[in-house]
């Protein structure tokens, strides 16, 4: 485990966002085109960001953050990772996902897993090979990306191997990992973002039990979208990007689950930490956060290779 430090105060760190103004916030570069990935319940669409190459090492899918809550297919900053992107001769694609309050939980997982399914299925078209796609996800994006590796490679009763499973890393930037332990937390905006994103508790008519049913419920809720309660050893290589100063979803989120994935089989799980580093560093454009997006390309062609 490697830490990156920081050496950028929280003025500077907004100076630096404020002078990179040029650089668009969504940005899509020329040859950007848009294509459904699934019809139903909603339409939902990829974002295809132009190739570089005839043939490419493999495919990344970006998954936005936004506390689950946020739509659309374009990345925040995809300004900064086209050159590594291009200079690994990779494809890029962004996801879109269902939104609360109709769609929580499971949904969004259920999604992203669609997204990596179609691009799977359409790799040759896209010129990349079927069974090298990287996942890389900010913030519940991350939470996503992790579930997503997780659902897909996770073995059925009495399977000896896992079914085919195109994920072949995966990269989560400062996400919530322990959503049981985060609702404990005494920051209240985490815990309203939390909720917004459980499934909604209906008490029906009996009041008495509601409080029992509640926590129960909840209880429930939490281990089916915790990554951590869903860890299992034949998940694909994850790297963990994270600052230590983040007050929104704290570093504790990402220690646990790489202590937890150690236990389970060393080296599954590395984590980097981003010493002074707040929540959504990468906003920055510091060159501290292009050194981890570098370090994060390198970790997913590593995986490529074996």
Partial sequence: ????????????????????????LFYQPEGTTFESYRRTPVDLRLAVYPAYADQSAGAILFVHGGGWGVG????????????????????????????PPRYRGRDQVEDVVAAVRYLQTNATRFGFPADRIALVGFSSGGHLAVMTGLTLSKRRPGQFRTASNPVRAVVAYYAPLDPERLLQSENPEIR?????????????????ESVRLRESFYLRALKDISPLQNLHRDAPPMLLVHGDQDKLVPISQSQAFQARAEELKPGLVRLETARGADHNFEASRSRWARALEEESVEFILDQFED
Avoid: T
């Fill in 72 to 99: 659309g297919a374009g990345l925040p900053f995809y300004a900064d990772w086209e050159k590594q992107v291009r200079r690994a001769d990779l494809r890029a694609f962004a996801v879109e996902h269902r939104l």
């Fill in 192 to 208: 309203d973002i939390l909720f917004n994103y459980l499934p909604a508790f209906d008490p029906g008519r009996d009041m008495r």
């Fill in 1 to 24: 485990m490697r830490a990156i430090q920081l050496s950028v105060s929280l003025a500077a760190f907004f100076a630096a966002l404020c002078a990179s103004a040029p650089a668009p």
